[in-house]
């Protein structure tokens, strides 16, 4: 049975006024990252899509449109691996658009490499993209988020997070970091309000690049054998909203026919 004091937690949740909140997506391509933001912008929230200056085009035919649809989008052109430059975009947002109550850091980083072909430069850079960027803007969402004693702050894995596979040294490496600090981060913030979640996502997207090199994976579509990023963008969306006392810090998704 429903206690009154849950009852009204609850109630407080799903009365929250999006509007006035602003949510920062990094990595906010034309797939996973692009559903996440018309999802968070579809609720309410001012969304601040990020990309690197050389991708601003794509961003800005994503912002133009959500505005189309009538609702908040700014675009921010940032390198997530320059520390100068993400706090700089926080201090914006949070000045000059909304109060910042989500942050997703979603940049991919995969590439393949066999370990005696994995130069320093590459290792580093995936490492760079994958986990010190997401060290640099957890650690910036934490400040904001930490004197409202709310927010959530997530974070995009993938299968290379808990298994490492041939030729993915540098992906993995940079993945396995991004869970592990990812689990350090719940633990501290957890309990001071912030919900801090990892999600593992497991299997081949719906995306140009899988239709375009790996059009029998792509097949599978017809089977709903391929991960849908709106319905990726649906799972985030569910645990940022989750009552406090069932939180989930770690989710995995995959399609269910996947092998894992």
């Known amino acids: 049975m429903l206690s009154f004091n849950h009852n009204r937690k609850t109630a407080a949740i799903l009365m929250k006024d999006y509007t006035k909140f602003s949510a920062i997506i990094i990595g906010a391509g034309v797939s996973t990252g692009g559903a996440l933001t018309k999802k968070f912008a579809s609720m309410g929230y001012h969304v601040c899509p990020v990309r ?78 994958a986990a010190f960027g997401g060290f640099l803007t957890g650690k910036e969402a934490a400040k904001y988020m930490l004197p409202r004693g709310r927010g959530s702050i997530f974070f995009t894995g993938a299968t290379a997070s808990v298994r490492g596979g041939a030729g993915f040294a540098a992906f993995s490496g940079a993945k396995f970091a991004l869970r592990s600090l990812s689990q350090s981060m719940a633990r501290e913030l957890g309990p001071q309000g912030i ?8 299997g081949a997207i719906d995306t140009p690049f899988i239709q ?37 810090q770690e989710m995995d998704l995959r399609p269910y026919m996947e092998k894992f």
């Open 52 to 129: 690197r200056e050389r991708n601003f085009n794509e961003l800005e035919s994503l912002t133009n449109e959500i505005q189309a649809a009538g609702l908040q989008a700014t675009p921010f052109g940032v390198d997530a691996r320059d520390e100068d430059a993400i706090k700089t975009l926080f201090q914006e947002v949070e000045s000059n658009i909304a109060p910042i109550d989500v942050v997703i850091f979603n940049p991919g980083a995969n590439v393949f490499f066999p370990i005696t072909e994995t130069t320093a430069r590459v290792y580093r850079k995936v490492w760079e993209m």
């Open 195 to 202: 919900h801090v979640a990892h999600f593992i996502i497991d």
């Open 212 to 248: 375009e090199n790996f059009p029998e994976t792509y097949a599978l579509k017809e089977k709903n054998g391929i991960l849908q990023p709106t319905e990726i963008a649906e799972a985030y969306w569910s645990v940022h909203v989750q009552h406090p006392s069932a939180w989930t």
